[in-house]
């Protein structure tokens, strides 16, 4: 029973955590890039709170339904792998969803991982993609990342799963 208490009252934490940017990992675009064949390439950073870390094998980040994704254009930095899939890989606990972030079906969604630990309070460039789509409008991404927080029973700290989801500007839908 206690054993339960602790880790509803850890999911808890976890939620109430995802809910603020401002303690939290965000995915900010930083260039929007015009090509001349047309399309439009969207450059991303990844910032990191300085108490969380991203851990390989088990976090990530997902933007969801970057509609007009140009197939093979997309691009990590070092240390980082992307994959693209019609379903967003989202946070989970016991199985469930963790958040609820807007993933429509059949439009392509980006998942970053990465190879080694990235430690808090960093930001990582070099995260790109390009669409055929013209114009921008509001997205969402998802992550997983590993936090530092007090232990439930006051023993020093331990690491926890922070969920969490939020929005940037992302291609528009409909082509003018």
């Known amino acids: 029973m206690l054993k339960t208490f602790g880790a509803a009252l850890s999911l808890a934490s976890v939620l109430a955590f995802g809910v603020s940017s401002a303690s939290a990992l965000e995915?900010?675009?930083t260039q929007v890039q015009k090509n001349a064949n047309g399309t439009t390439t969207y450059h991303f950073a990844i910032k990191t709170d300085?108490?969380?870390?991203?851990?390989?094998?088990?976090?990530?980040v997902t933007v969801y339904n970057f509609y007009g994704l140009v197939r093979g254009s997309e691009k990590s930095p070092t240390g980082w792998s992307i994959s693209s899939q019609e379903f967003g890989q989202t946070p989970?606990?016991?199985?469930y969803p963790a958040v609820r972030p807007m993933d429509i079906a059949?439009?392509?969604?980006?998942?970053?991982t990465p190879s080694s630990q990235i430690d808090g309070g960093t930001q990582i460039d070099?995260?790109?993609?390009?669409?055929?789509?013209v114009g921008n409008t509001t997205g969402s991404y998802s992550a997983q990342v590993t936090r530092d927080a007090p232990a439930v029973d006051g023993s020093g700290s331990a690491k926890s799963k922070q969920a969490l989801v939020g929005e940037l500007m992302m291609p528009r839908f409909l082509a003018k």
């Open 106 to 112: 059949g439009a392509p969604n980006l998942t970053w």
């Open 50 to 60: 300085p108490g969380e870390t991203l851990t390989p094998g088990e976090d990530f």
């Open 92 to 95: 989970t606990w016991m199985g």
């Open 27 to 29: 995915v900010v675009e």
């Open 126 to 133: 070099g995260f790109a993609a390009t669409t055929r789509m």
